[in-house]
Structures are given as structure tokens and as C-alpha cells.
């Protein structure tokens, strides 16, 4: 009994990854953002991050980075189905481009 609920949870939650991963990475970025610590201990910035620009710069953050999954996700499915064969160059590149992205978004 317990065993089939588990297993109808896990459908329902793998049928909406997606949107669970963009919320999941939201949340991050804006929990991430909310405070810093400092030598007198952390220091939230509630009105900073309440603003209507921060919101939309960590809404765009977090869909570009899923965006950037969703992308990867099938050109590893395309990759394993052998309709077109990508290399390992290529992965490199692309793991160059999350970094600097990453890179980007920090400074």
C-alpha cells in the first residue's frame, strides 16, 4: 500500500520536473541573495531583494539556467538515440559556457 503511494508520488512529481527545478533554482538564487554574513553576524536585505528588478533578474536567472538543462537534457537524448553523434568537444564547450555564465551572473 505504501509501496504504490510512493510510486504515485514519484509520477506525479517526475510529470512536473520542470517547473519543480525552476522553483527549486528560484528559490536558491533568492535565498541565496536575501543575506550575507559579516564579522557582527548576517545581514538580511529584505527591501532589496523585495524589488520588482530583483525578483525579474532571479526569475531570468533561474529560467535560463533551466532552459540551459532542458537543452543539454535532450542533446544528451539525441545523443543516445544515435541520430546524430556529438562529441566529447563539444561537452566541453558546453560546460565552458555554464561556467562562464556562472562566472557572469557572480560579478
Known amino acids: 500500500m ?43 536585505l529584505w527591501q532589496e531583494n523585495s524589488e520588482p528588478l530583483t525578483i525579474q533578474v532571479h ?10 538543462y532542458l537543452a543539454i537534457s535532450k542533446l544528451r537524448q539525441i545523443d543516445s538515440d544515435k541520430k546524430v553523434r556529438i562529441t566529447d568537444k563539444f561537452w566541453l ?8 555564465s556562472i562566472g557572469f551572473l557572480l560579478i
Open 93 to 100: 564547450v558546453c560546460s565552458l559556457v555554464l561556467v562562464l
Open 2 to 44: 505504501a509501496n504504490n503511494v510512493i510510486i504515485k508520488t514519484l509520477k506525479v512529481i517526475y510529470q512536473y520536473k520542470m517547473a519543480l527545478l525552476f522553483l527549486a533554482l528560484w528559490a536558491h538564487v533568492s535565498l541565496l541573495n536575501l543575506f550575507y554574513v559579516n564579522y557582527k553576524g548576517p545581514v538580511f
Open 59 to 68: 526569475f531570468l536567472i533561474a529560467l535560463l539556467a533551466t532552459g540551459f
